[in-house]
């Protein structure tokens, strides 16, 4: 999700996957992993999709009715649903009006992600429930730096539970994971993105302005993705599970978060 005002036109960048084309195509089935994997946590009812970009990923959640919010109209063009241009701080709802609500990959877009959960719990049924999924900072980030510049905040497992029960009465985390083929794609993007860091050892990016660094960072995905690894075409969402442990090891966590709690 990008920091444009709602109902601007939409940039389509290397951080906002909505292709299976070339390189994105780990990512991109990651991404429909997430919501299939999700969908047998979702009581019946309606769904609000949260962050939901273009969309190409929410039929996994049928027969559910959902409706998609994204901070960018210009993504929502063409899904078949309601769908709203607004940002996720402030929703455009009613109290109460979902039976749930899930966010992947999103909530790591906004500096205040306090206030997302906030309006979470106050447009969910008060026997609602929340699903955050959302990349886990120990695998995907570095001990003392968030790499994607597109993020705010990044979480480890213990994070993101404290983040969730100020809003919850009960707040279960559990982690996404890869299978051997896709962890060893991970590896070689981890073991590329450490030899690009260390050729900035004084970390002199840190005094670039967001928007260089995002503009840096979406044309090496670009050119990374456009020339596909090895076994990259290969991956699909049955190559992610989720899991009640390894949380030090996992790709993506997700909080499952029941009883919202409302001011």
Do not use: K, W
């Not at 969309?55 to 899904?79: F, I, K, N, W």
């Not at 969910?124 to 929340?130: I, T, V």
């Not at 705010?152 to 996404?176: K, S, W």
């Not at 900035?200 to 979406?218: A, E, F, M, S």
């Amino acid at each position: 999700m990008s920091a444009a005002r709602p109902g601007t036109r939409s940039v389509i960048t290397g951080e906002r996957v909505t292709s299976p084309l070339g390189g994105f195509n780990p990512t991109f089935q990651r991404h429909v992993a997430a919501y299939r994997l999700c969908a047998p946590l979702l009581p019946d009812g309606l769904v609000l999709d949260l962050g939901c970009g273009t969309g190409h990923s929410y039929r996994e959640l049928a027969p559910r009715l959902t409706v998609g919010v994204d901070l960018e109209a210009g993504v929502l063009s063409g899904q078949d649903r309601e769908t709203h241009a607004a940002d996720m701080r402030d929703l455009p709802f009613p109290e109460g009006r979902f039976a749930s609500v899930l966010a992947v990959q999103s909530i790591e877009h906004v500096p205040d992600p306090a206030r997302v959960l906030r309006e979470v719990a106050r447009v969910l049924e008060s026997e609602g429930r929340g699903v955050f999924v959302t990349p886990n900072r120990l695998t995907f980030g570095r001990e003392d730096e968030i790499i994607d510049p597109y993020h705010y905040v990044e979480y480890d497992a213990a994070q993101l539970a404290a983040l969730c029960r100020p809003h919850f009465g009960q707040v279960q985390i559990q982690a996404l994971h890869g299978s051997p083929r896709y962890m060893r794609l991970y590896d070689e993007e981890r073991r590329e993105l450490d030899r690009l860091l260390r050729l900035d050892p004084l970390r002199l990016r840190r005094v670039i302005p967001r928007r260089g660094l995002q503009l840096l960072y979406d044309r090496r995905l670009r050119r990374e993705r456009a020339d596909p690894r090895p076994g990259a075409l290969e991956i699909g969402p049955e190559d992610f599970f989720l899991a009640a442990d390894g949380f030090e090891t996992a790709l993506d966590l997700i909080a499952v978060c029941d009883s919202p709690l409302r001011p």
